[in-house]
């Protein structure tokens, strides 16, 4: 009996919310950055069931590269451009890494500062 190689194409497809959790997650890891959107009760729902996180993330493909929105709220006391320069980076860092995918943009719209009550 002799053996042939059978090509098989894989086509994997990614959903936006998919890459929007990674976005998400990896916006959050970022020191300075208290929430998601710009409600820390949200934001705590959000981990629980990560449905409202998503909400503050938007994710577009164009000619197969990836424009992603976050909206975050920093806290007080960060600097606003050093924070989004590296959600920035860690973002399309995160996104590129666990998918392949290409990242064109990635766009940060800070909603809010957080003051720590204890402050």
Do not use: F, W
């Not at 936006?16 to 916006?27: E, L, S, T, Y």
């Not at 998601?36 to 000619?63: A, D, W, Y």
């Not at 451009?81 to 064109?104: H, W, Y």
Request: proline content about 1%.
């Amino acid at each position: 009996m002799e053996e042939k190689n059978i090509g098989c194409e894989t086509n994997v497809e990614i959903a936006n919310d998919v890459v929007g959790k990674i976005a998400a997650i990896a916006a959050l890891e970022i020191e300075g950055v208290a929430a998601m959107g710009n409600n820390i009760t949200t934001e705590l729902m959000g981990k629980v069931g990560m449905r409202n996180i998503l909400k503050n993330v938007s994710v577009e493909v164009l000619n197969n590269a990836l424009t992603i929105e976050v909206v975050v709220t920093v806290e007080y006391g960060y600097s606003i451009p050093a924070t989004s320069q590296k959600v920035q980076a860690r973002v399309k860092q995160a996104v590129e890494n666990m998918t392949g995918l290409k990242v064109a943009n990635v766009n940060v719209r800070v909603a809010g500062v957080h003051l720590n009550k204890e402050q």
